[in-house]
């Protein structure tokens, strides 16, 4: 027995050590870098908490850090609103029963979802061209001229037009999250409202919303995680800097920015103030998923 | 007369489905809002770029498939291709090899810390990867794996192990027992339980994990944005990215572009849209 216990650890080792270096002891690195002035390369000096400090009372660096932190808490709350409004409805059209194609809406609803951010982010770039794009175009055509903007160049608008085109691409994973917690809630309950005589509506409201807690968190919960990190679409559609003057500068932006530099600012504000950055970000991101998985587990419904 | 009687036909069957045919409408018009940004790109991309000037909404004169040969040649996507085929291959194969094997390691061997190890593994669910880019970019410049496709795998594969081990280990959990005693009787050992036995029985685990994987590793820019820098060792996003930078409002070429590194995913997609559906909801903390 002994042997095979041996060998039964022999085979976890490979995924342990993958894990452990490229994970693990980057994540308790960027604690120690933190604390350090380091550019990359050269010695590393101790300074403290000189980082954390500089980051919160520097006036260049703590403005864009609130910026980009206010942007990234919009988008999360703007795409949670979407993904209670559109993907719950459109959830529930999706669950209607004996509805024939079903398989088939569902693979093009999350067909968004799965594809590459920067391809996708670029279409609609085009598409949003205030010069030749099709949008304004189309918007003309139909006799809405006055709506057609400079989307993504206009200072008001560039953030909520990223918003719309990221609850675009985030709208599949939404509406089958949803979808699979409707589907799930057995058949009997429905039919017990209705034989003490509901509504379609009132069963809706009365008995499947509140089964629907649990599904509702978790989806906040990834939805939270998600739009925190969120880096390739905004990358794709407003650059590194968040254009037009920041007004998309979103954490994970702020973030590179920050440890690695643009073309105009080539070092940025060094390594060591990078990993602070990311030390402050990965301790909200922890507590507020720890608060989240403690009230979903409060939640948890019995059939 | 007829014509009348049809109608009055279809307003009864209206009248009778009109709740059905309604629920479709919704769900079709919802389809062609998700669709319509690929089908404008495709559109646009058969387009000169005089006639993408003239107006967004007008059809191609001809069928300019030239725009896809020349964003393909002037893009380098060639290279490109090749280079996200071996990093994604290679992190797919890794990933789904270590982290079956510590997946079944930690489901059915009981052993001091087991449940330990177990909640080590997922605990790197809790954060978005990319905050960890830092000391990844240090620790693979000191092992010169910087500017490396197998470092940029390794990476990946790291990265992808506490969601598929979280996935397999919960497969292998609900294997019957009896079907590893019998091979134990058999004399088989650990290894040859897991590989002969065990593993053909989570087939749809693999399936999920390699979609999972193929996804992230095949979108994503971030962590090549980082960690290549040669041109001849960039990523097809990396390269798409690099393309657009350089011919910037030629949207003729850079639409084909986008489109060439769509076409591979949206292929597998019509083949295992099912897979990718449960693997991508379940992996959606990423």
């Known amino acids: ?303 | 007369m007829l014509s009348t009687n049809v109608l009055r036909q279809f307003l009864h069957w209206l009248e009778r489905r009109h709740k059905r045919v309604f629920l479709y409408i919704l769900l079709i018009a919802y389809g062609l809002i998700t669709l319509y940004p690929l089908l404008q790109g495709v559109f646009t991309s058969f387009k000169s770029l005089n006639e993408i000037y003239q107006g967004a909404l007008t059809p191609p004169s001809t069928m300019h498939w030239h725009n896809y040969v020349e964003a393909w040649t002037r893009g380098g996507f060639g290279v490109c291709f090749w280079n996200t085929i071996i990093v994604t291959v290679l992190s797919v194969a890794g990933t789904i090899f270590f982290s079956s094997m510590a997946g079944y390691v930690l489901a059915r061997h009981v052993f001091w810390g087991d449940n330990a190890l177990l909640m080590y593994f997922l605990a790197g669910l809790m954060l978005p990867y990319r905050l960890a880019i830092i000391p990844l970019f240090v620790l693979l410049r000191d092992l010169r794996l910087l500017d490396n496709l197998f470092g940029l795998a390794c990476a990946y594969i790291g990265s992808s192990i506490p969601f598929s081990v979280f996935i397999f280990s919960n497969y292998f959990r609900y294997l019957p027992k009896e079907i590893e005693e019998a091979a134990i009787i058999d004399g088989a050992s650990v290894f040859r339980i897991y590989l002969q036995v065990l593993l053909p029985l989570v087939r749809p685990a693999l399936a999920t994990v390699a979609t999972v994987v193929f996804v992230w590793v095949w979108n994503d820019v971030f962590l090549p944005l980082v960690l290549i820098q040669s041109p001849e060792k960039r990523t097809l996003m990396l390269g798409l990215n690099a393309f657009f930078g350089r011919y910037l409002n030629e949207w003729n070429l850079i639409l084909a572009g986008a489109n060439i590194t769509l076409i591979p995913v949206i292929f597998f997609y019509i083949f295992a849209s099912r897979q990718f559906i449960e693997g991508l909801v379940l992996g959606a903390r990423r």
């Open chain 1, 1 to 303: 027995m002994k042997t095979r216990r041996k060998s039964a650890l022999l085979l976890l080792l490979p995924g342990f050590i993958f894990y452990s270096m490229f994970v693990v002891y980057p994540y308790v690195n960027s604690i120690c870098y933190s604390f350090t002035d380091w550019m990359g390369v050269g010695p590393k000096k101790f300074i403290g908490f000189s980082n954390y400090m500089k980051l919160f009372t520097d006036p260049l660096l703590s403005k864009e850090f609130w910026r980009a932190f206010s942007h990234s808490t919009i988008i999360f709350g703007a795409s949670t609103i979407f993904a209670v409004i559109l993907g719950l409805a459109l959830a529930f059209l999706l669950a209607a029963p004996r509805l024939k194609g079903r398989g088939f809406f569902r693979a093009l609803y999350f067909l968004p979802y799965i594809l590459p951010p920067v391809a996708y982010g670029f279409v609609w770039r085009y598409i949003l061209n205030p010069r030749i794009g099709s949008l304004n175009e189309i918007l003309k055509s139909i006799g809405l001229a006055a709506w057609a903007q400079p989307w993504l160049g206009s200072i008001e608008l560039a953030l909520p037009t990223v918003i719309g085109v990221w609850c675009m691409k985030q709208a599949g994973l939404y509406i089958l999250f949803f979808e699979a917690g409707i589907l799930s809630i057995p058949n009997i309950l429905r039919d017990a409202a209705l034989v003490d005589g509901c509504t379609r509506w009132q069963q809706i409201w009365y008995v499947e919303l509140p089964l629907l807690k649990p599904t509702f968190i978790t989806l906040v919960m990834f939805n939270f995680i998600n739009s925190f990190g969120a880096f390739d679409l905004l990358f794709a559609l407003t650059g590194i800097e968040g254009r037009p003057l920041g007004t998309t500068d979103v954490l994970a932006t702020f973030f590179y920015r920050t440890a690695f530099g643009t073309t105009t600012h080539p070092f940025g504000w060094g390594l060591g103030m990078g990993a602070a950055v990311a030390c402050v970000v990965a301790l909200f991101l922890v507590s507020v998923s720890f608060v989240f998985i403690v009230i979903r587990q409060r939640s948890y419904v019995e059939y």
